[in-house]
């Protein structure tokens, strides 16, 4: 036996749908049916709302009720459905992409002499102060080693034995994806160069 | 405070585990016994019922009942919730925490019973 809607308040029940598919999909899928119901069977309890004042009530209690729980399914949904391991790396990506881009400029300003723009007056400014500089430097060669960090992290396996008395820490890489472990290894490649370089500049070998 | 010290409940998982202390019911229903427990005090809209519901069946606070209602009397659509034994030792572990409140309360009169028992 379904619930039956006076018509004075069947227009409210659009708006209650359009409200419901707000949620996301696999809470809506589970409750989507149950929560109309109990809509029009509250609907149907509640005196008709006859002025504007009480429509205006009935409408913000139901936006009272329904927005905060929307974004309550969504985060939580996002949160079960998002590792923070894969958020992390995708800003990993991100850094990644804009150092590239970086050093591609660098490379095309003062190694291949084209006609573009100083990068650092461009990103820092035209009076930068010596700070900026440094960190905006430090930051050029720590990026491909804090990204191999994101992607190594998250598959490395941290195991103690115990032999003979005594412990041994054992670090282990876990299988990770084709495109993650080429990331992890163009990582791995730009901190060697990028330190190495660092390095032997220090030691005065060039 | 130990960690294994039970929590108070958030008042949607204290009204509804409540509500259904008496026996299964379905959403409305849920509503409806939240609103005259309370005397008015509180009440739950549908937004606000399903989503505490639905982190309430993954606590296993509450459990879905298998009977269906008898699609003459009822909608075949609707599902009845039920307490778990979990939502039941919950319930009476928060009721037993407000008990001793209240009792401390009374000791120390600043419930209103224990003052109006004063002036009597």
Same mark, same amino acid.
């Given at each position: 036996m379904s619930a039956?809607?006076?018509?004075?308040?069947?227009?409210?029940?659009?708006?209650?749908?359009?409200?419901?598919?707000?949620?996301?999909?696999?809470?809506?899928?589970?409750?989507?049916?149950?929560?109309?119901?109990?809509?029009?069977?509250?609907?149907?309890?509640?005196?008709?709302?006859?002025?504007?004042?009480?429509?205006?009530?009935?409408?913000?209690?139901?936006?009272?009720?329904?927005?905060?729980?929307?974004?309550?399914?969504?985060?939580?949904?996002?949160?079960?459905?998002?590792?923070?391991? *894969?958020?992390?790396?995708?800003?990993?990506?991100?850094?990644?992409?804009?150092?590239?881009?970086?050093?591609?400029?660098?490379?095309?300003?003062?190694?291949?002499?084209?006609?573009?723009?100083?990068?650092?007056?461009?990103?820092?400014?035209?009076?930068? *102060?010596?700070?900026?500089?440094?960190?905006?430097?430090a930051a050029l060669f720590i990026i491909p080693f804090l990204a191999l960090l994101a992607f190594v992290i998250p598959v490395l396996k941290i195991q103690t034995l115990t032999e003979n008395g005594d412990g041994v820490l054992m670090l282990r890489l876990q299988k990770m994806g084709k495109a993650q472990a080429l990331v992890a290894w163009v990582c791995l490649g730009a901190t060697v160069i990028l330190w190495g370089m660092v390095f032997t500049a220090r030691m005065g070998w060039w | 405070m130990t960690p294994t010290e039970p929590q108070p409940l958030t008042p949607a998982v204290f009204h509804i585990l409540f509500a259904l202390a008496d026996g299964e019911k379905h959403g409305y229903r849920i509503m409806q016994a939240v609103k005259i427990?309370?005397?008015?005090?509180?009440?739950?809209?549908?937004?606000?019922?399903?989503?505490?519901?639905?982190?309430?069946?993954? &606590?296993?606070?509450?459990?879905?009942?298998?009977?269906?209602?008898?699609?003459?009397?009822? &909608?075949?659509r609707r599902r009845y919730y039920q307490l778990t034994d979990h939502g039941r030792n919950t319930l009476q572990a928060d009721l037993a925490r407000m008990d001793a409140l209240l009792q401390r309360a009374r000791v120390m009169q600043i419930h209103p019973a224990s003052s109006s028992k004063a002036t009597l």
């Open positions: 039956i809607i006076s018509p004075t308040r069947r227009s409210v029940l659009p708006v209650y749908r359009t409200l419901v598919t707000w949620y996301p999909t696999p809470f809506r899928q589970r409750f989507e049916q149950e929560m109309l119901l109990a809509f029009q069977d509250w609907l149907n309890a509640e005196p008709t709302p006859r002025s504007k004042a009480q429509q205006l009530k009935l409408a913000s209690s139901l936006i009272a009720d329904m927005l905060p729980s929307i974004i309550h399914e969504h985060l939580s949904e996002w949160r079960s459905t998002m590792k923070v391991s *894969s958020i992390i790396q995708k800003v990993a990506l991100a850094a990644l992409a804009a150092w590239a881009v970086i050093w591609a400029w660098f490379i095309g300003k003062w190694f291949l002499l084209l006609p573009l723009a100083d990068p650092n007056k461009w990103l820092l400014g035209e009076d930068y *102060s010596h700070t900026a500089n440094s960190i905006f430097g | 427990n309370s005397r008015g005090e509180f009440t739950i809209g549908p937004g606000t019922l399903y989503g505490t519901i639905k982190r309430m069946l993954a &606590d296993d606070l509450i459990s879905e009942s298998e009977e269906r209602p008898d699609p003459e009397l009822d &909608d075949q």
